[in-house]
C-alpha cells in the first residue's frame, strides 16, 4: 500500500542541485565580477538561445504558500539507497517589518535531523536571513543588507563573525524552487541565475527548456509538463549539466527530477505529503 501511494503522489519537487561544493582558486569577488560582465555581454548561452536574466523576467506572484514533503534516495540496477525525508514550508510572513516569504526546510536521515529557515524578499527573491540547525542547535546564522553576508559559525556556544560581499543578483539557494516557480517557461524558455549557501562560493545556473511530455499521477490525471535542463556554469566558462526537471506548465511546480535521463542509474526525489497551495 505505501508502494502505490508513493508512486501515485509524485506532486512536486524541490531541491537545491548544488549539494556538491567546489572550491576556486579566485576570489568570490572576481568570481562574481566575471560572472556580471558575461551577462552584461549575453554570452551565456545555451542550445540555439540566449539566456535571460531571471530577475528580470520572473513574477513571484506565482509563488505558492504550501507545506509538502518529499522523498529523496538514489537509484541503481539493485534497488533504492539513501533514502531520506524532506519537509519543506513555504509561507507569506514580515521579517523585521519587511514583507518576505519564509522558507523552511527540515532533512530527517535515519536519527538524525537538520533544519534550515530562511527569509527572502517577497517582491525579489532577494536573501534577508539564513539560520542552520543539527538536531535542535544552532550552528549558523547569516543577515543579508547592502550588498554584504555577515555569518555567525557557532560551535559550543561559541560565535564566529565572518562577512563577506555578495551581489545583488544572488539568491539563496534554498529559495531554488521558488525561482523556477516564479518564471514562465512558456514565455521565457532559457534563464540563468546565481545561487548560494552563506559563506560557500556562488553557483551560477542556466535553466533551458528542454522538451515537453505528459505525466500521469494516476489513470485518468495527465499534466502537460516542460522538461527543463539545468546547466552549472563555472568561472571559466565551463559547463557541466546538473539534471532535469518536469515543471508543471501553468503552475510552475516542478513535478519530478532525475540526475539523468539516459541511465539507470540516478538521484531523484518525490514528493509524499502536500497541502493545499495557495498562490501569494
Known amino acids: 500500500m505505501l508502494k502505490k501511494f508513493v508512486t501515485l503522489s509524485i506532486v512536486i519537487l524541490v531541491m537545491n542541485p548544488g549539494g556538491v561544493r567546489i572550491a576556486y582558486t579566485e576570489s568570490r569577488a572576481e568570481n562574481q565580477a566575471r560572472f556580471a560582465e558575461k551577462i552584461k555581454a549575453s554570452e551565456l548561452k545555451v542550445g540555439t538561445g540566449e539566456a535571460a536574466d531571471l530577475r528580470k523576467v520572473f513574477d513571484p506572484k506565482r509563488i505558492a504558500q504550501t507545506r509538502y514533503k518529499l522523498v529523496l534516495y538514489n537509484q541503481d540496477e539493485s534497488g533504492i539507497s539513501n533514502l531520506s525525508v524532506l519537509e519543506r514550508e513555504i509561507a507569506r510572513e514580515s521579517y523585521q517589518t519587511k514583507p518576505a516569504l519564509r522558507i523552511t526546510e527540515t532533512l530527517t536521515q535515519g536519527v538524525s535531523r537538520t533544519k534550515t529557515t530562511v527569509f527572502v524578499d517577497l517582491t525579489t527573491i532577494s536573501p534577508l536571513y539564513f539560520e542552520h540547525s543539527a538536531d535542535g542547535t544552532v550552528t549558523k546564522k547569516a543577515y ?98 546538473t539534471g532535469y526537471r518536469y515543471i508543471e506548465k501553468t503552475s510552475g511546480h516542478v513535478l519530478m527530477f532525475k540526475s539523468d535521463l539516459n541511465s539507470s542509474k540516478f538521484f531523484t526525489y518525490q514528493v509524499l505529503l502536500l497541502s493545499a497551495a495557495a498562490p501569494i
Open 144 to 241: 543579508f543588507a547592502d550588498g554584504k553576508e555577515i555569518i555567525l559559525d557557532i560551535s559550543n556556544g561559541v560565535e564566529k563573525k565572518s562577512e563577506l560581499q555578495i551581489g545583488a543578483s544572488i539568491f539563496l539557494s534554498n529559495s531554488f524552487s521558488e525561482l523556477l516557480q516564479a518564471n514562465d517557461f512558456g514565455k521565457n524558455p532559457i534563464v540563468q541565475f546565481q545561487t548560494v549557501s552563506p559563506g560557500s562560493t556562488p553557483n551560477h545556473y542556466i535553466a533551458e527548456r528542454f522538451g515537453e511530455e505528459n505525466i500521469a499521477l494516476s489513470p485518468n490525471k495527465p499534466i502537460n509538463c516542460w522538461i527543463v535542463r539545468f546547466t552549472r556554469l563555472d568561472p571559466d566558462g565551463k559547463k557541466s549539466v
